[in-house]
């Protein structure tokens, strides 16, 4: 759907954006990571066609952006992190100014601002000033100007800064039954936020893509190891050294006693080998009951600290 292709963008002789080389599949989340600065909003701006790439090529759905940028643009909605929302209209008036600027045909204007505003919930402030909405709602309105001509690709960035908790379980919720609909680009510093809806994970630093995979497999790649809590009613001594007594575990420890007869170990195994079979079969032959096994992945906020952290470091050992 989106491709990308050695894309650079220069400021003079800041090097913004670095030979980038991604594509987005039609009908994926795509959740799009790193630190301020890093060249997400240049990326995000360059695939709009609001911002022109110094080198490489981006199109959509075969059309060039730079060759046919009224067709790209037609197929986009966007909602950047300070949404252009003209504060002296009404949400009505505004929604409409956006239909008309986007070419929705009149006949169907009035479905598609009911839809956008239903979906962000903001129907019962429509007759209102702009400029006398909440932080909140101003967002909301953000997301519906970007609905407006149900486009099939959705670039959001931070959709969810300013709402409050129940909010932005609603906004995740409604992106992902976007996603049934729309391609999207999900740009947000909550990370558990993409972790729950996104299929795919981008996350760059300085300009350059440092990983592209699923939450799981980041987490399987940097862990190297398999990691498992088990709590189970067993002496503590016998447990640990029966358990580092299996093959292919590494590592066997206790994390102490958070039930009454019980004993919580870590247990650590080599990569690719999974233990909970012989875990299960130990503890089952000693008469062990197991309450608790629970894999110890890496969260998308460690593995997106571990990634820059450890670029940076090889930048500067380089």
Not at 143 to 148: K, N, P, S
């Amino acid at each position: 759907m989106i491709q990308v292709e050695n894309v650079t963008k220069r400021y003079g002789q800041r090097l913004a954006v670095d030979r980038l080389n991604f594509r987005v599949d039609k009908g994926e989340i795509l959740g799009f990571l790193g630190p301020n600065g890093a060249g997400k909003s240049t990326t995000m701006n360059m695939i709009t066609g609001y911002l022109s790439a110094t080198e490489g090529s981006i199109s959509l759905d075969g059309h060039d952006i730079l060759e046919e940028p009224e067709a790209v643009k037609r197929q986009i909605g966007y909602m950047p992190e300070l949404p252009p929302l003209y504060v002296d209209m009404t949400v009505r008036d505004f929604l409409s100014f956006v239909c008309e600027i986007k070419g929705v045909p009149r006949q169907h204007r009035r479905e598609h601002m009911d839809r956008a505003m239903s979906l962000l919930k903001i129907a019962d402030v429509r007759g209102r000033l702009i400029k006398n909405l909440s932080k909140g709602y101003k967002q909301r309105v953000g997301v519906a100007q970007a609905l407006i001509g149900n486009p099939p690709v959705l670039i959001l960035d931070e959709p969810t800064i300013g709402l409050d908790p129940q909010q932005i379980i609603e906004t995740r919720n409604l992106i992902r039954d976007l996603g049934r609909q729309h391609t999207i680009i999900l740009s947000s510093h909550i990370l558990p936020e993409v972790q729950a809806v996104c299929s795919r994970v981008l996350i760059i630093n300085k300009g350059r893509i440092v990983a592209s995979d699923t939450p799981e497999n980041l987490s399987k790649g940097l862990v190297g190891e398999n990691k498992l809590t088990l709590r189970v009613a067993a002496p503590e001594t016998d447990i640990l050294a029966a358990v580092r007594g299996l093959e292919h575990v590494t590592k066997a420890s206790s994390a102490g006693s958070r039930e009454a007869g019980t004993i919580d170990i870590l247990v650590e195994a080599k990569r690719d080998h999974d233990i909970r079979r012989p875990l299960f079969a130990l503890c089952a032959k000693a008469d062990w009951p197991i309450l608790m096994m629970k894999s110890m992945d890496l969260t998308l906020e460690d593995i997106f600290l571990n990634l820059v952290t450890e670029e940076m470091e090889e930048k500067e050992v380089s």
